[in-house]
């Protein structure tokens, strides 16, 4: 076994530090962000070395730098890193020792490390989803200039085709028509740059056979089905539906003590996109009846468990995006 390599990555400058199989500082330095230089570095420690970096802003170019030195990468995950942030003595040599000792050791908390295709698929997924963002806080601003005016719309939406008519003979004061003017402009700048990146988005997918396959069920389309597959990259890298409900933030939380059991609700720390898309698609959710109400936060263990059951490994949600990734029709997945 080789040396282990920390990098503590920032915007500038970065530290890395390098140990030996005991443990002990070989040594360390502070370079320039350059790609020559990280390069330098890693090629200095051997070529059995070992890195690891923390999966901070930025870390895309040194991940492929790495790459190209031909040692391995261990990227850290954030939140499990996070719990050592009480010592005593912080700063940047003392982070890059943590990460290459937590290596040593074999205690690195690690992310997937995802290959330059999916970083970009994920880039444009994750650019179109801003975009929807920013236009919805544009109409919301015109909702609110309305408001000021005691203006309520008289058709049921506002941004259909009624809904605009109804805005082009609509009378305000001055200032007021100027700003929802303004607004409704650059709303129609925002749908044109959402719709080049939806056929941007469906001309890369396009013949992937999990991007195809996953539209097949019920309540996902072409916009969900980017973001299963952009997110969740290659799915066989879980050995089964309970890791990838577990990646994706969709299992309930646990604390227990003794012969006490507490679950609650769902940790929300795992792939946020995928647990939107899943909760906005309807993914393994039964419907309710007419006259059904909708239960209550689950006050006791049965119905914390029975929750855990619905939305575990075993939900439909977890098993149709592992299946919908497989290059075998999903008729052929038997859940």
């Not at 203006?151 to 028509?177: A, N």
């Not at 039964?286 to 468990?305: D, E, M, N, T």
Request: hydrophobic share 35%; with cysteine; aromatic share 6%.
């Amino acid at each position: 076994m080789g040396s282990y390599v920390g990098i503590d990555l920032h915007r500038h400058r970065s530290v890395v530090v390098v140990l030996n199989e005991e443990g002990d500082r070989v040594w360390w330095s502070r370079i320039d962000n350059t790609p020559a230089n990280l390069a330098c570095e890693i090629t200095a420690a051997g070529p059995d070395a070992e890195v690891a970096m923390e999966a901070t802003w930025g870390w895309y170019w040194a991940a492929d730098v790495i790459a190209e030195c031909g040692v391995r990468l261990h990227l850290a995950h954030p939140l499990g890193i996070a719990g050592y942030a009480n010592r005593r003595v912080k700063n940047d040599v003392a982070d890059a020792t943590l990460l290459a000792d937590l290596l040593r050791m074999g205690r690195l908390p690690e992310a997937w490390v995802a290959p330059p295709a999916v970083r970009e698929l994920r880039e444009e997924v994750r650019y179109r989803a801003k975009l929807c963002r920013l236009r919805s806080g544009l109409k919301a601003q015109v909702h609110q200039v309305l408001g000021k005016e005691g203006v309520i719309p008289e058709t049921k939406g506002i941004w259909w085709s009624g809904g605009q008519r109804w805005l082009d003979e609509l009378q305000l004061t001055d200032v007021y028509t100027n700003r929802i003017e303004s607004l409704r402009d650059l709303i129609e700048l925002y749908d044109r740059e959402i719709v080049q990146s939806d056929t941007r988005i469906h001309r890369r997918l396009k013949g992937d056979p999990g991007y195809e396959a996953i539209q097949q069920i019920a309540g996902v389309g072409r916009v969900l089905a980017a973001v299963f597959v952009a997110e969740i990259g290659d799915v066989h890298r879980f050995p089964d539906a309970r890791r990838l409900c577990s990646w994706a933030g969709l299992t309930p939380r646990l604390r227990e003590s003794d012969a006490h059991t507490r679950r609650g609700h769902i940790t929300k720390q795992g792939s946020r996109p995928v647990a939107l898309g899943g909760d906005r698609s309807g993914v393994g959710c039964r419907p309710r009846s007419p006259g059904q109400r909708r239960q209550s936060p689950c006050r006791s263990a049965a119905r914390s468990q029975h929750r855990s059951c619905r939305r575990g490994s075993s939900s439909p949600h977890a098993r149709l995006l592992r299946a919908a990734r497989r290059p075998h029709p999903l008729s052929r997945c038997h859940c």
